[in-house]
T-cell receptor
Framework: ETGVTQTPRHLVMGMTNKKSLKCEQH?????MYWYKQSAKKPLELMFV???????ENNSVPSRFSPECPNSSHLFLHLHTLQPEDSALYLC?????????????FGQGTRLTVV | AQSVSQHNHHVILSEAASLELGCNYS??????LFWYVQYPGQHLQLLLK??????LVKGIKGFEAEFIKSKFSFNLRKPSVQWSDTAEYFC???????????FGRGTQLTVWP
C-alpha cells in the first residue's frame, strides 16, 4: 500500500460514455497529479494540483476534465474519449510541488476505450 | 526542452549477473534525480533518489546509482541481481525551478533463475 488509492482498477468504456476516475491519498500531501502511461512511451504528466488549485495542464484535450475538491481527493472526468486514450492512468501525490519532494503513486486505472 | 533518456528498453540477465541501467537527462539547471521501480501488477515505487551531497546514492534492495554531473547521467547499478528484481525501471528528473517530474520510457528487466 502506498497511501494513494485509485478506483476503479479497470474500466472499459464506449466512446460516447461518461465516466470518472477517482484518486484518494491518506498521506497528508498537498500536491496531486494525473499521469498517463502508454505502452513504449514515457509517463506523460497531465495535470498538477497544489493546495487544490490546478497549477499545470499539459495541453490535455478537454475530453479529460480534472477535479480536486480537497487536498486528499482527485478526480478525472472522462467523456467522448477515443480509442487512443486507452492507457494506464496513474495518480500521484507529494508533500508539495517543490523539486525536492518525491511522488507516491497509486496502482493506476487501466482504461480501455472501445 | 527537458528530456530523460533510458538507453536500454529490455534487459535480460541471469541471476547473480551485474546490472547497470543507463539514464541521461537534458536540463541546464540543478536537478533532483530518481529511480522508480514497477513490479508486475504493482504501483510505481521509489527505489532511490539524489538531491545533493554524495553523488553515489544507495537505495533499497541493494540498488545504487551514481550521479555524474559532467555526463548528465544517473545510472542504476546492482552487483548481483535476483529473480525478484524482474520489473520495469524508470528514471525521472525534477529541475530545481520546475515542480514536474520528467520520466524516461522505462527499462524492462527480466531476470532468469
Amino acid at each position: 500500500e502506498t497511501g494513494v488509492t485509485q478506483t476503479p482498477r479497470h474500466l472499459v468504456m464506449g466512446m460516447t460514455n461518461k465516466k470518472s476516475l477517482k484518486c484518494e491519498q491518506h498521506l497528508g500531501h498537498n500536491a496531486m497529479y494525473w499521469y498517463k502511461q502508454s505502452a513504449k512511451k514515457p509517463l506523460e504528466l497531465m495535470f498538477v494540483y497544489n493546495f487544490k488549485e490546478q497549477t499545470e495542464n499539459n495541453s490535455v484535450p478537454s475530453r479529460f476534465s480534472p477535479e480536486c475538491p480537497n487536498s486528499s481527493h482527485l478526480f478525472l472526468h472522462l467523456h467522448t474519449l477515443q480509442p487512443e486514450d486507452s492507457a494506464l492512468y496513474l495518480c500521484a501525490s507529494s508533500q508539495d510541488t517543490g523539486s525536492d519532494t518525491e511522488a507516491f503513486f497509486g496502482q493506476g486505472t487501466r482504461l480501455t476505450v472501445v | 526542452a527537458q528530456s530523460v533518456s533510458q538507453h536500454n528498453h529490455h534487459v535480460i540477465l541471469s541471476e547473480a549477473a551485474s546490472l547497470e541501467l543507463g539514464c541521461n537527462y537534458s536540463y541546464g539547471g540543478t536537478v533532483n534525480l530518481f529511480w522508480y521501480v514497477q513490479y508486475p501488477g504493482q504501483h510505481l515505487q521509489l527505489l532511490l533518489k539524489y538531491f545533493s551531497g554524495d553523488p553515489l546514492v544507495k537505495g533499497i534492495k541493494g540498488f545504487e546509482a551514481e550521479f555524474i554531473k559532467s555526463k548528465f547521467s544517473f545510472n542504476l547499478r546492482k552487483p548481483s541481481v535476483q529473480w525478484s528484481d524482474t520489473a520495469e525501471y524508470f528514471c525521472a528528473v525534477k529541475g530545481s525551478t520546475l515542480g514536474r517530474l520528467y520520466f524516461g520510457r522505462g527499462t524492462q528487466l527480466t531476470v532468469w533463475p
